[in-house]
């Protein structure tokens, strides 16, 4: 940073610099203090799966609509980071014909949905051995805990208009992450 901040400084006339980052908020505030910040907005799911499956098309990927849109939730609104995880998946899947959403599952190291169901209505009805069994078996398999922390907000979040109650583990589940 101390060599960026000194071309920053002293900038010959003819250059401009774009500096482009998601994660700003890492950056010091001697470089923050001679930029111009430009926010942009992460693009929806939909848009994202519109996108994928364009490009599954034009490369003849055969892959389902809901692996589409499991990629776009994992990109987290970045078009760039689903087109890198649709390519990571097709590379490892290429020669099985159609990728399901549970390959990029299994491919990405996620729980799967029927884990994550369970897992939810484990809690939902207070099932304390049920919870265990769950997290074990999803553990088990190199599940990372911010990982299923991750999917377990996105289920959750997705189900607190019908089961309210949900929102007492979303603040448990946000720390997870940290």
């Known amino acids: 940073f101390n060599a960026l901040l000194k071309i920053l400084e002293e900038p010959p006339e003819h ?3 774009i500096l482009a980052t998601t994660d700003f908020d890492k950056l010091p505030d001697t470089i923050v203090s001679r930029t111009q910040r430009y926010h942009f907005h992460t693009i929806s799911e939909n ?3 519109q996108q ?3 490009i599954a098309e034009s490369e003849k990927i055969q892959i389902e609509e809901s692996a589409l849109r499991l990629l776009a939730q994992r990109g987290g609104g970045s078009l760039r980071d ?3 995880l649709l390519d990571q998946i097709q590379h490892s899947r290429a020669e099985f014909g159609l990728i399901e959403r549970s390959d990029v ?3 990405l190291g996620l729980a799967t949905s029927e884990e994550l169901s369970s897992l939810v209505s484990a809690l939902t009805q207070r099932q304390p051995d049920a919870i265990i069994t769950s997290l074990q078996a999803v553990t088990g398999r190199g599940v990372s805990a ?3 922390a991750s999917q377990l907000v996105q289920v959750v979040s997705r189900q607190l208009a019908t089961t309210p109650a949900l929102v ?3 603040e448990g589940l946000m720390e997870v992450g940290k």
């Open 168 to 170: 007492h583990f979303l």
């Open 82 to 84: 689903s087109v890198s």
């Open 47 to 49: 848009d994202v799966v």
């Open 15 to 17: 250059i401009v610099f």
């Open 146 to 148: 911010p990982t299923l």
């Open 52 to 54: 994928l499956r364009l």
């Open 105 to 107: 599952e299994v491919a």
